[in-house]
């Protein structure tokens, strides 16, 4: 633990970097309202803050910068998430007022409200659909003579989609029957259960029934992971002088399940901020991720989460992503509960 001085002039120091990405010297830091201490004394503080591992000096005679172990305890030293401010707030709302459609396009144009709102690059992962989703409605709709489309929306919000194409007309007399057929045993089951569905003795509906199970089961197999929506992966360029960083930061947001697979991780570990090495993927190690999960109807969903460099300004992106995870899982829970 450190005392109230040392805390100060860490939080200090960890703020004007944060806000300049320059070395902070001992005299700006005595400057600081409410300290009252010298140079000298703020001098002997940041030497032993060193020397404990919560500031490293980058060059000789250069002013001191946070470490991962500085930006933690900044970090934890922060009380909740504070307020959005009023543009923000106005940016959220307004988008939420407006997200409708379906979910893909709603989770993509989040991650770019999210990447908007805190400049730096936006990660939101679809709900899976796992056992503890039910599904809540399966229809059946005749697109054209031939072409039928199932869909099954489940009661975490995610939709399952999927055309049929037969080789012969299909009357809307035999979709209307197979949707029911269907409804009748898929509904209230588990969204990722394999259901025996009895024929009805009708050749038709039951091949379209047939037809649609086989389709269902066949899009759970090629989309059980998580889909990951990426935004604003291009303004991690401007928080990073180091081009190789740049390219190997831009190149793990290229790879899916990475991106899943770390964010399950930090939420697994109880943190809602993983900073620097913490995460350990060795690519990242300049960056911090701040996450979140989100719920539809009380049930967990995805994950949204923001990825930036270490200096990154930590109240307001929890204060961001703490805001659109609550919107995002109320307006999918809003948008389930019409279905």
């Given at each position: 633990m450190l005392d109230d001085r040392?805390?100060?002039?860490?939080?200090?120091?960890?703020e004007e970097y944060i806000h300049t990405a320059q070395p902070v010297g001992s005299a700006y830091v005595a400057q600081v309202p409410h300290l009252s201490v010298s140079s000298a004394t703020v001098r002997n503080e940041?030497?032993?803050l060193e020397r404990e591992g919560y500031l490293v000096q980058p060059h000789t005679s250069a002013g001191r910068i946070p470490t991962d172990k500085g930006y933690r305890f900044f970090v934890d030293s922060l009380a909740q998430p504070g307020?959005?401010?009023p543009n923000e707030t106005q940016q959220v709302r307004s988008f939420f007022?407006?997200?409708h459609g379906e979910l893909e396009r709603m989770l993509g144009d989040t991650s770019r409200l999210l990447s908007g709102l805190t400049s730096y690059a936006a990660v939101v992962t679809s709900p899976a659909i796992h056992e503890v989703a039910s599904v809540r409605s399966v229809q059946m709709v005749s697109l054209s003579a031939r072409v039928v489309v199932v869909v099954a929306v489940h009661s975490n919000g995610s939709v399952d989609k999927r055309t049929l194409e037969s080789a012969d007309d299909i009357s809307d007399e035999v979709v209307s029957a197979a949707g029911v057929h269907l409804a009748r045993y898929l509904v209230g089951s588990p969204a990722g259960a394999v259901v025996p569905i009895p024929?009805?003795?009708?050749?038709?509906?039951d091949a379209l029934v047939d037809a649609a199970t086989t389709a269902l089961d066949q899009g759970r197999a090629v989309s059980d992971d998580d889909q990951v929506f990426v935004g604003g992966?291009?303004?991690m360029a401007s928080a990073f002088d180091a081009v190789d960083t740049i390219r190997q930061v831009l190149g793990i947001l290229e790879q899916q399940v990475v991106i899943v697979t770390l964010l399950r991780d930090v939420l697994d570990r109880g943190l809602s901020v993983a900073i620097g090495a913490e995460h350990g993927v060795q690519p990242?190690?300049?960056?911090?991720?701040?996450?979140?999960p989100y719920e539809v109807e009380g049930e967990p969903a995805g994950t949204i989460g923001v990825l930036g460099p270490t200096r990154m300004r930590?109240?307001?992106?929890?204060a961001a992503v703490a805001v659109v995870s609550e919107r995002l899982g109320r307006a999918l829970s809003e948008s389930a509960g019409r279905e």
């Amino acid at each position: 633990m450190l005392d109230d001085r040392k805390a100060a002039i860490l939080r200090a120091v960890v703020e004007e970097y944060i806000h300049t990405a320059q070395p902070v010297g001992s005299a700006y830091v005595a400057q600081v309202p409410h300290l009252s201490v010298s140079s000298a004394t703020v001098r002997n503080e940041m030497s032993v803050l060193e020397r404990e591992g919560y500031l490293v000096q980058p060059h000789t005679s250069a002013g001191r910068i946070p470490t991962d172990k500085g930006y933690r305890f900044f970090v934890d030293s922060l009380a909740q998430p504070g307020p959005l401010g009023p543009n923000e707030t106005q940016q959220v709302r307004s988008f939420f007022s407006h997200a409708h459609g379906e979910l893909e396009r709603m989770l993509g144009d989040t991650s770019r409200l999210l990447s908007g709102l805190t400049s730096y690059a936006a990660v939101v992962t679809s709900p899976a659909i796992h056992e503890v989703a039910s599904v809540r409605s399966v229809q059946m709709v005749s697109l054209s003579a031939r072409v039928v489309v199932v869909v099954a929306v489940h009661s975490n919000g995610s939709v399952d989609k999927r055309t049929l194409e037969s080789a012969d007309d299909i009357s809307d007399e035999v979709v209307s029957a197979a949707g029911v057929h269907l409804a009748r045993y898929l509904v209230g089951s588990p969204a990722g259960a394999v259901v025996p569905i009895p024929p009805t003795g009708n050749v038709g509906v039951d091949a379209l029934v047939d037809a649609a199970t086989t389709a269902l089961d066949q899009g759970r197999a090629v989309s059980d992971d998580d889909q990951v929506f990426v935004g604003g992966a291009s303004s991690m360029a401007s928080a990073f002088d180091a081009v190789d960083t740049i390219r190997q930061v831009l190149g793990i947001l290229e790879q899916q399940v990475v991106i899943v697979t770390l964010l399950r991780d930090v939420l697994d570990r109880g943190l809602s901020v993983a900073i620097g090495a913490e995460h350990g993927v060795q690519p990242l190690a300049d960056c911090s991720i701040i996450v979140a999960p989100y719920e539809v109807e009380g049930e967990p969903a995805g994950t949204i989460g923001v990825l930036g460099p270490t200096r990154m300004r930590y109240e307001q992106a929890l204060a961001a992503v703490a805001v659109v995870s609550e919107r995002l899982g109320r307006a999918l829970s809003e948008s389930a509960g019409r279905e």
